[in-house]
């Protein structure tokens, strides 16, 4: 009897401990749930005002002091910025055109450097490597200049192919850094049992290690669609053809667009919320294989 009675004892006085700390990770858990709320809040209220702000009448977007809330639902903004100067539609595919062939150059030279860089006995591939990444320190806008010289006698300015390789050039040594780490994660056994199976390099990298590094392809696509289609300053030294601006030029251009005597603050916001979509809907789409691909090496 004494003996159940200290197991009993026991019992409750171990029970405690556990309910109070259940309680403190429970409230715990309230408290992290509601800073993350609060967080999240404070980073969608500019674009929840910038969405707004695009649907308002012309009159009340310049109006002082400005109304959060549109009295008033109205296209106006977005039926000018359609047709502003070129068109919506012709900057739209001049972004969309670069952004494409940038992510498609990306991969082209990142994914046989990173497996060469990754499984081959390169000579002193460890400094060639550190000597790549080096570019991440200079800011290409210190290169800007050289690089227009060099584009207006290759005759690539005002093409959009010769603004997706100075975007390739900003974006190339990340892609290069994430690309070779994905390789180097991949398992060396799978590359020997193809290699005894009788596949050459090539049938290695196609069969065993694209298919393994998804993952790393998809986050190395993602950051040079979204470095390429937001690219400013480059943009505006490479482009001087209103055909060929991209849609932060035009962006920029419509600042400087006046109406009522003040900035046409209703186009310009129009012109952001639909900037803004395609990369919201490209990271949404792969928000998967980029975590996968950015955090843990690109490894299935």
Not at 97 to 111: E, H, N, Q, S
Not at 193 to 203: K, L, M, P, R
Not at 274 to 280: A, E, G
Request: charged share 10%; hydrophobic share 55%.
């Amino acid at each position: 009897m004494s003996v159940s009675y200290a197991l009993a004892e026991r019992a409750g006085a171990a029970g405690k401990p556990r309910s109070a700390t259940s309680a403190w990770s429970k409230g715990s858990g309230y408290l992290v749930g509601a800073v993350c709320i609060a967080v999240c809040m404070i980073m969608l209220a500019p674009l929840i005002v910038s969405i707004l702000a695009s649907i308002k009448s012309t009159q009340e977007a310049a109006a002082l002091p400005p109304t959060y809330v549109p009295h008033s639902f109205s296209l106006e903004s977005y039926e000018r910025l359609v047709h502003y100067q070129a068109g919506l539609a012709t900057y739209l595919a001049n972004s969309g055109g670069t952004a494409f062939l940038t992510v498609a150059f990306c991969l082209g030279l990142t994914i046989p450097a990173g497996y060469a860089l990754a499984r081959f006995p390169v000579p002193a591939k460890e400094l060639l490597f550190v000597i790549l990444l080096l570019a991440l320190i200079i800011p290409y806008q210190a290169l800007l200049t050289p690089i227009f010289f060099m584009f207006v006698q290759l005759r690539l300015h005002n093409s959009l192919l010769g603004l997706a390789i100075l975007h390739t050039a900003i974006q190339l040594p990340f892609s290069l850094y994430i690309m070779r780490n994905a390789f180097e994660a991949v398992p060396r056994e799978l590359e020997e049992a193809a290699v005894i199976d009788g596949c050459n390099s090539w049938q290695v990298l196609t069969r065993i290690y694209l298919p393994g590094i998804v993952p790393a392809m998809i986050t190395v696509s993602l950051f040079a669609f979204i470095t390429s289609w937001n690219e400013f300053l480059g943009a505006l030294v490479v482009m001087n053809k209103d055909s060929a601006f991209t849609l932060p030029l035009i962006l920029a251009a419509a600042r400087q667009q006046t109406i009522l005597g003040g900035t046409d603050w209703g186009m310009l916001q129009a012109g952001i919320t639909i900037s803004i979509i395609p990369c919201v809907l490209f990271y949404l789409l792969l928000q998967k294989y980029y975590v996968s691909g950015f955090l843990s090496g690109a490894v299935k």
